[in-house]
């Protein structure tokens, strides 16, 4: 049985930083992709990032390139997102979700994902 758990989520303040977690189990192609996904209150669920097992691409939305950073721990099964100068717009709940093979040109899209977390709520606020 496939599971992804995050963690890692909380209230910070702007310009704080928080790491996020996705610790996956029971998914064992060779190759597989993590997508870092987020879903604002009243808006559609977003691509943010992704990392491929096989050569180690990472790959960002704009809106987030130097600020958020993914990780993979291949010995734990973990991916990380490490989120700095948080603002008030990233305020979401984020999710971690598996892709077969890398993450192509079509990272961004929820269709590419086959498997999902439940979610870790982020807060940006003073």
């Known amino acids: 049985q496939v599971q992804l758990v995050e963690s890692g989520g909380g209230l910070v303040q702007p310009g704080g930083s928080l790491r996020l977690s996705c610790v996956v189990s029971?998914?064992?192609?060779?190759?597989?992709?993590i997508g870092w996904f987020r879903q604002a209150p009243g808006k559609e669920r977003e691509g943010i990032s992704c990392?491929?097992?096989?050569?180690?691409?990472?790959v960002y939305v704009d809106s987030v390139k130097g600020r958020f950073t993914i990780s993979r721990d291949k010995s734990k099964n973990t991916v990380y997102l490490q989120m700095n100068s948080l603002k008030p717009e990233d305020t979401a709940v984020y999710y971690c979700?598996?892709?077969?093979?890398?993450?192509?040109?079509?990272?961004?899209?929820?269709?590419?994902?086959?498997?999902w977390g439940q979610g870790t709520e982020v807060t940006v606020s003073s």
């Open positions: 979700a598996t892709v077969r093979g890398f993450c192509d040109a079509r990272w961004r899209s929820i269709l590419r994902y086959d498997y």
């Open positions: 029971g998914f064992t192609p060779p190759y597989y992709g």
């Open positions: 990392s491929s097992s096989d050569d180690g691409t990472t």
